[in-house]
């Protein structure tokens, strides 16, 4: 079946790093996305990864461990903007190829 | 390009009321979404077009809700009977080409009283 779990909540301090974890269960993975919703305003794409790895843009990383059902968002240097929820998505064959949504991640930045 | 459009931003209505939410897609995206919002269930996958065909609406509530695209550039989302417990934030979102990321139109933000 299908799952997705990621913490409901974190707090870091500005100009630290911070890694938001993401854990699923599939059938037929196709792909993770990382996106990044702040408060009353839309979702926008931040990552995509489909083989493992590191991914790398900028102050943000994404990671991915098929095997293990496995992805991490590592933002460095956090600023204040940063202060959003974070939501991780699987694509799978099994829902015809569109996006399973975890409940995201409420990240606050302390001065 | 003008990103995804949605009208309207903010709709307060009655129960019982009909609701039309609309959206332009991105041009040349062949995908078009509707989510809804609420905290309590996340983003949650209502109906999804590709090529103007709707190819699945499991996640429409029941038949009060019905969605149509009669154009490549035009989606609507329609309520009817609206009920408080539609209340929430909808949003279009529409993709295509590539790893086919979405790309999130602002939402309108229904409340049902």
């Known amino acids: 079946g299908q799952n997705i779990d990621q913490p409901t909540e974190m707090t870091a301090t500005e100009g630290a790093i911070v890694q938001i974890n993401c854990t699923y269960q599939?059938?037929?993975?196709?792909?993770l996305f990382w996106y990044q919703q702040h408060a009353g305003e839309a979702p926008t794409f931040l990552s995509y990864n489909v083989l493992d790895g590191l991914e790398e843009k900028g102050r943000f990383s994404s990671f991915l461990s098929r095997s293990k059902g496995y992805s991490y968002l590592l933002l460095k240097e956090l600023q204040m903007k940063d202060s959003a929820s974070y939501l991780c998505a699987v694509r799978e064959r099994a829902s015809n190829y569109q996006l399973i949504w975890g409940a995201g991640t409420k990240l606050i930045i302390k001065p | 390009d003008a990103g995804v459009i949605q009208s309207p931003r903010h709709e307060v209505t009655e129960m019982g009321q009909e609701v039309t939410l609309r959206c332009k897609p991105i041009s040349g995206h062949d995908y078009l979404f509707w989510y809804r919002q609420t905290m309590m269930r996340g983003l949650e996958l209502l109906i999804y077009?590709?090529?103007?065909?709707?190819?699945?609406d499991s996640g429409m509530p029941e038949d009060r809700f019905s969605a149509k695209m009669p154009n490549a550039s035009f989606s609507t989302l329609k309520i009817q009977p609206s009920e408080p417990r539609d209340s929430a934030v909808y949003f279009c979102?529409?993709?295509?080409?590539?790893?086919?990321?979405?790309?999130f139109g602002p939402g309108t933000r229904l409340t049902v009283t």
């Open positions: 979102a529409s993709s295509g080409q590539g790893i086919y990321e979405q790309y």
């Open positions: 077009f590709n090529n103007n065909v709707p190819i699945d």
């Open positions: 599939t059938s037929g993975f196709n792909g």
